[in-house]
């Protein structure tokens, strides 16, 4: 009988989530493609680069395909920091999606925004928003404002209980006073320019609902009971990887949701895949399809594997790596860090 220790490790090891996909009954996602004229599925153009900045968080969501927490030790160092800068600087990337953990956290993180934003790009930081509240991280809204940062922040539902049964407690009430003060900055108000959206995610196995009926709830509830402005909301459908697989296993739902994922497959998602775009970059400047491939380990398909070997012509020719995980991101209107594709 394995322990319980033995379990964890295998559910946060990528080779075993990757065999546990591919083990699932059912068309593999590269045969759907294929029926479209989609496989092998290749990039578009490289335009966003998305970089986890590392692992640190405040928190420990328990849907975080990133495993992310505040035991985690994994950073971007000031040298891959430079790396990814060069790249931004030489190419025609147009913007750069700062996720984490919580991005904040990074000791570099600062400089690395206001180099960003002296190259003229468009920033995005995935925060969390709870960072915003604590003594050394409440001078970052006023630097967010001063650097036109776009803010994208996770709030799972406009209620107390939901967002702190996922997140955990004491999220709900720090989110909201973290959002207040954004607004009192101008985020989120119309004609500041300065852009506040938040990302809905389900709390359990079940699909998202339409994006953009779900925004109008969410903007009336948060205005009426906290006078909270924001500019967009983005439906996001949890992947099964990480922690999230994790939970399905346990309560013996994963082939009931990978089917239901598989069932509302969309192929006008599959043509418009954040993948198609983006490049992604982990915390030790590796390189990837995807900030999902980039958890389950699955390196690009191209020569240069790491920021410091970048070449544009290479990626942009590759074969984007595809696998069951991948009817996430097509399932219904389709999901991507943007929301709905489709």
């Given at each position: ?150 803010v994208i922040s996770s709030m799972p ?88 697989l994790d939970f399905l296993l346990k ?92």
């Open positions: 009988m394995e322990t319980l220790q033995k379990q964890k490790n295998k559910l946060t090891d990528a080779a075993f989530q990757v065999k546990t996909l591919e083990n699932t009954s059912a068309v593999k996602f590269s045969e759907k493609l294929n029926n479209i004229e989609l496989f092998p599925l290749k990039p578009t153009e490289i335009e966003i680069l998305q970089l986890n900045l590392g692992k640190l968080c405040n928190q420990v969501c328990e849907h975080c395909h990133v495993d992310a927490g505040p035991d985690r030790t994994e950073i971007m160092t000031k040298k891959v920091l430079q790396q990814c800068l060069d790249v931004a600087k030489n190419t025609n990337i147009h913007t750069v999606d700062l996720t984490g953990g919580a991005p904040e956290m990074n000791p570099n993180f600062r400089w690395f925004v206001a180099e960003l934003a002296q190259l003229g790009k468009k920033v995005i930081v995935r925060s969390n928003l709870t960072i915003l509240t604590y003594k050394n991280y409440l001078d970052i809204p006023q630097f967010y404002k001063e650097n036109n940062v776009t539902c406009y209620t107390k209980d939901n967002v702190d049964k996922q997140r955990g407690n004491g999220v709900f009430k720090r989110s909201i006073q973290a959002l207040q003060r954004l607004n009192e900055l101008g985020y989120g108000k119309e004609g500041t320019g300065l852009e506040l959206e938040l990302v809905f995610n389900p709390g359990g196995a079940s699909l998202p609902p339409e994006q953009k009926a779900l925004e109008l709830d969410y903007k009336r509830e948060l205005k009426e009971l906290f006078d909270i402005e924001f500019n967009r909301l983005f439906t996001i459908t949890n992947l099964p990887i990480s922690r999230f309560v013996d739902r994963y082939e009931e949701y990978m089917n239901k994922l598989i069932e509302s497959y969309n192929p006008i998602a599959a043509e418009n895949v954040m993948c198609r775009n983006t490049i992604s970059v982990g915390w030790d400047g590796k390189l990837f399809d995807c900030d999902f491939n980039q958890m389950l380990k699955l390196g690009v398909a191209s020569p240069c594997q790491h920021i410091k070997d970048y070449n544009n012509e290479q990626l942009k020719n590759r074969n984007i790596i595809v696998g069951q995980h991948c009817y996430g991101c097509t399932a219904g209107a389709g999901s991507s860090c943007q929301g709905s594709i489709a």
